[in-house]
């Protein structure tokens, strides 16, 4: 990536306008990282290879999140974290997940029930105009 295209991606992940859950070429997640660090941002790599259900799932989200220990561990309880994050104060959130193929494929319903909830969340933060990125590494994204 060129510096020209870091401070592009800079400028794209800024716009809480554009901010939401979205499929991405693999291999530059080094670069969404350093971008969203290079802001400021909370930016996580929730490493999702060997996930095969909603359990698992919402643990790996809540471990790189630093959920507090109050945390229901349930879909409900991630969508209310997800939407408050006040224990991890930033001007804006992004979360790299590498390897959800394998929960789309082993759990298509708990993979949208996921994706419903990180969708939620990224438009309650760009509310706040606060930027809320859940980007998913995949050759093969999901279809509408």
Do not use: H
């Amino acid at each position: 990536m060129t510096p020209d295209d870091r401070l592009q991606l800079r400028g794209f992940l800024a716009d809480p306008a554009m901010c939401g859950v979205y499929a991405v070429e693999p291999g530059a997640d080094e670069d969404y990282l350093a971008a969203a660090r290079a802001l400021d941002f909370a930016a996580v790599a929730v490493d999702f290879a060997g996930c095969t259900g909603k359990d698992d799932a919402i643990a790996r989200i809540a471990a790189a999140l630093r959920f507090p220990e109050w945390f229901g561990a349930n879909w409900d309880a991630l969508a209310d974290s997800l939407a408050d994050l006040s224990w991890l104060p930033a001007p804006g959130y992004l979360l790299l997940l590498p390897g959800t193929d394998e929960l789309r494929t082993s759990d298509p319903e708990g993979f949208d029930t996921l994706a419903s909830i990180l969708e939620a969340a990224a438009a309650r933060w760009a509310a706040g105009r606060i930027p809320f990125w859940a980007l998913l590494p995949t050759r093969d994204p999901p279809r509408p």
